[in-house]
């Protein structure tokens, strides 16, 4: 998928996180975590520790996670964090809050 400025991502682009979450994955890699959070360890370091503020560290998480999910074969369930990184992801962009 094409990658996104945090000024291009609408409501409609970003998977409902209270809904079947269809295509969450697709969004996920509209930024690419590892470079944006500058490095592996620091896009890890966002989606393990909850440490996730701003919009661009929030869909550094979900793409790490995204990750995760296809090269750990899907061994736990990820829903729980992706639908909360969705929910905050989507309360940044409603608030305008792009950083």
Request: proline share 4%; hydrophobic share 35%; aromatic share 8%.
């Amino acid at each position: 998928m094409k990658e996104l400025t945090n000024r291009q991502p609408d409501l409609a682009r970003i998977p409902d996180p209270e809904g079947d979450l269809h295509g969450w994955e697709h969004f996920a890699h509209t930024i690419n975590g590892y470079e944006a959070a500058g490095s592996f360890e620091a896009c890890a370091d966002l989606a393990n520790n909850n440490g996730a503020t701003t919009l661009t560290e929030l869909r550094c998480a979900l793409f790490f996670v995204a990750r995760s999910a296809r090269h750990g074969g899907m061994f736990y369930d990820c829903t729980p964090q992706v639908r909360e990184l969705l929910k905050k992801i989507r309360a940044r962009v409603e608030a305008g809050d792009l950083q």
